[in-house]
């Protein structure tokens, strides 16, 4: 049943998160949603199909959630801080991000999904990258700026401080270093140089 799968990707997604990939079980899941092993097997018939249709429909939605961040807000900074809340709302509901989650397990992973995680944080990288050309375009972002560098810059910025804040049980640090980072993309006004009298001519 549709609602079966759905609630068995849900779960799965909430123990991904939590616990990581190597440590939660078909019985995990099953305990969870209280149904029988092989009503899974019959959904996902291995972890690894289960993972792979997880991280799509992760994907599918992720995808959707910045097209409308970049419809909401005009504002590249907005756009910015938008999507950092993205982390953040994780960390409030004790969730790792997922793709955090994936790379810090990338070795216990399946060998086909370690490409869909590459992929993932491309996506990421090339959404930053785009949002960064936008703001230096408009001048609400520095010129001098590097949008390659500096979304290396907010993304680490963002998984590590998801990480620390996960650690420290502190959900409110965890945009410390993302709200650093952002400061250093303000366009730096330089004062006119002030004009110096002209000498007066004597008659």
């Known amino acids: 049943m549709p609602e079966t ?101 990338r070795a216990a992973l399946p060998d086909s999904m370690r490409p869909v995680v590459a992929r993932f944080f491309r996506l990421h990288l090339d959404w930053l990258i785009e949002q960064l050309d936008a703001g230096i375009a408009a001048g609400t972002i520095d010129a001098r700026v590097d949008a390659n560098d500096t979304a290396h810059l907010l993304l680490g910025a963002l998984e590590g401080g998801s990480f620390v804040a996960w650690a420290l049980d502190e959900p409110a640090t965890m945009l410390r270093a993302f709200d650093a980072a952002m400061q250093s993309l303000t366009p730096q006004r330089t004062a006119p140089a002030s004009r110096r009298p002209s000498p007066r001519r004597s008659s």
């Open 5 to 105: 799968r759905a609630r068995l990707l849900a779960e799965a997604e909430v123990l991904l998160r939590t616990r990581g990939y190597a440590a939660f079980s078909y019985a995990d899941l099953a305990d969870r949603i209280a149904i029988r092993k092989a009503s899974i097997h019959h959904h996902f018939p291995t972890k690894e199909a289960l993972l792979a249709a997880l991280v799509d429909e992760y994907l599918a939605r992720f995808v959707a959630k910045l097209a409308e961040i970049a419809h909401a807000h005009d504002d590249v900074r907005d756009r910015l801080r938008a999507y950092a809340h993205l982390f953040l709302d994780g960390i409030e509901h004790g969730l790792l991000p997922l793709c955090g989650a994936l790379a810090a397990e």
